[in-house]
């Protein structure tokens, strides 16, 4: 596991203690894949309602709230897979 997936594990138990009631998986570019569900946050590249991918530098900036995911999205920034409307509530989560 990269060491910004390893953060990036780290960062969003710390955002979502309860984890998300759904199957999310959040794709960062070039350094592997993380999974947050009902059981929490981890490594991993399982099936998911809803993917989301990004760099790992638009990923950091949705993190600590630089970056909006809605507008990360609208520029092409953030691409979604499945559920939208799953993804919008993680964005909500993450702010």
Not at 41 to 48: I, P, Y
């Amino acid at each position: 596991m990269s060491k910004i997936v390893e953060a990036a594990v780290t960062e969003l138990s710390a955002k979502m203690p309860d984890g998300f009631a759904g199957v999310a998986k959040f794709v960062i570019e070039g350094e592997g894949a993380l999974m947050i569900d009902g059981n929490g946050v981890r490594a991993g590249d399982d099936t998911a309602d809803v993917t989301l991918t990004a760099s790992a530098e638009t990923f950091q900036g949705i993190m600590t709230g630089d970056v909006d995911a809605t507008a990360a999205f609208m520029q092409g920034k953030l691409s979604v897979e499945g559920d939208m409307g799953m993804a919008m509530q993680l964005g909500a989560a993450l702010s």
